[in-house]
């Protein structure tokens, strides 16, 4: 009886769980499917068009939220990315972005496309009025990553900076005053305590 009993409760948990689960999983695509689908639309702006799209966000924020946005700040991001990284955000890069704009977690194995994800929720957070910081393993990563990165951000119009031990206090200041650093967590760790 007790054994009956215990299968009925996991199959209730299990089923609420799948069905809150694939709400989520719901939501995500239908971001995905809305970002696709302005692909072309977006393709066809011409660089000028493509950055301007940026200061369009900006006055559009006025009086919206980062969410009404949210698909075409993200087409806009992966043309960018496409126009000067060669690099096409994939639509698991395009979930991450979401979860991490969510303030989630998003965990991506190893050559998944963490970095080229995190440019996303970067730029539709810059871009809604606030300063990002992104957080490396190491010094290597954070200035590669910024160098790498830098050249979306700075195509649509954005600073973009890092943190690494071996820079003075001015440098610091300068570069935590970008749109956008990249750094490690024992260097923020310092720097704000």
């Known amino acids: 009886m007790l054994t009956a009993i215990y299968h009925i409760m996991i199959g209730i948990v299990n089923k609420l ?10 939501k995500y695509d239908d971001f995905v499917q809305q970002i696709n689908r302005l692909e072309n639309k977006i393709s066809r702006l011409n660089d000028n068009e493509l950055k301007d799209k940026t200061q369009f966000f900006r006055d559009h924020l006025k009086n919206n939220s980062l969410d009404s946005i949210l698909p075409e700040a993200f087409a806009v ?8 990284v060669n690099m096409r955000h994939f639509d698991v890069q395009l979930i991450g972005g979401i979860v991490l704009h969510e303030g989630k977690i998003a965990e991506m194995k190893t050559g998944e496309g ?11 957070n810059v871009i809604g009025g606030k300063s990002v910081h992104i957080v490396t393993v190491n010094d ?13 951000y700075n195509f649509l119009g954005l600073s973009c900076g890092y943190i690494n031990s071996n820079q003075s206090d001015e440098e610091r200041k300068e570069n935590y005053n970008k749109d956008i650093t990249y750094a490690t967590n024992s260097e923020l760790g310092f720097d704000f305590l």
């Open 114 to 124: 963490k970095t080229l994800a995190a440019t996303l929720p970067a730029y539709l």
């Open 77 to 84: 991001i992966r043309e960018a990315a496409k126009r000067t």
């Open 17 to 26: 769980f799948n069905s809150i689960s694939s709400n989520k999983l719901k």
């Open 140 to 152: 290597y990563l954070a200035k590669r990553d910024s160098i790498n990165m830098g050249k979306i």
